[in-house]
């Protein structure tokens, strides 16, 4: 995989015969009290290599859009105005910037319900934001989450219960646990397998060395850390990659066994 070009709020990516482009909803802060030990009890002690901006967490939230020039899909679309952060929402200007017309996307899978992933469909004005949006991909067991203002896409939601290719490159992968429906797209290439996690880690800085630390927020924390620990070994092997959504902006990286847990290696430097 090979950064071709970058922005204040993108990144775009050469993966074999696709390309990927990373790009950024913004940030959102959260105190560490949302970090879980194996039994489920907030940490001790937070180790002096986590990064706080003041007294919290800062947590990146990526989106990623994948195409072959033809099709594309988008995994995930940011929190839109849900949140009224300032520092979130972000998504329709990185899309601009990395000049994608919003009229291209008619596939968007959703890694899971919560509303910095969700969102991002219906734009701050009301509108829907993909006008020649065809399918919405999500876990059945979040299907729930097309209500309110999400209710005019329930039509074109399909719900993903089992491993089933999106199109010829992309398969949705359930991953139950941090949320009932959350689900892995794995994007396959020439070049090898990227694998758009969503919610698997919150805080890299930690979670890669100490994978058995969960989150608050995780439905199921057993759950949640039986799919990050199958998922990373897999993350492991040669060629794969991973597309995180709380990964450092632009949140694409390489994944290496170390000790009892994992390394890190980002493929472009941070932005925003």
């Known amino acids: 995989m090979r950064l071709i070009s970058s922005g204040r709020h993108h990144a775009t990516f050469e993966f074999g015969d696709l ?7 913004g940030y959102i802060d959260m105190p560490p009290t949302r970090l879980r030990d194996e039994h489920g009890c907030t940490l001790d002690e937070l180790p002096a290599a986590v990064p706080l ?52 996307v008619t596939d968007v899978a959703i890694t899971h319900r919560h509303e910095d992933h969700v969102s991002g469909l219906i734009a701050p004005d009301g509108s829907e934001a993909f006008p020649e949006l065809e399918r919405v991909w999500v876990g059945a067991g979040d299907v729930s989450v097309f209500t309110g ?89 040669p060629h794969h990659f991973v597309a995180g959504a709380h990964l450092d902006s632009p949140g694409i990286a390489r994944v290496t066994p170390s000790g009892d847990g994992y390394t890190l290696e980002y493929l472009a430097p941070p932005i925003g």
């Open 53 to 104: 901006a003041g007294d919290n967490l800062r947590l990146s939230v990526n989106a990623f859009f994948v195409t072959d020039g033809t099709r594309s899909v988008l995994v995930d679309t940011g929190a839109s105005d849900v949140w009224h952060d300032p520092t979130m929402g972000l998504l329709h200007d990185a899309l601009d910037e990395a000049g994608i017309d919003r009229a291209r």
């Open 149 to 237: 203002r999400l209710a005019p896409l329930r039509d074109r939601v399909v719900p993903v219960s089992e491993k089933v290719a999106i199109n010829d490159w992309t398969t949705a992968i359930p991953t139950p646990g941090h949320t009932p429906g959350h689900t892995v797209y794995e994007v396959g290439s020439g070049a090898g397998r990227l694998l758009a996690w969503g919610d698997t880690v919150h805080v890299p800085t930690l979670q890669f060395e100490r994978p058995k630390v969960s989150w608050e927020l995780d439905g199921d924390q057993s759950q949640a850390r039986a799919a990050r620990a199958a998922l990373l070994e897999r993350l492991s092997r």
């Open 19 to 25: 390309q990927v482009v990373a790009l950024r909803d």
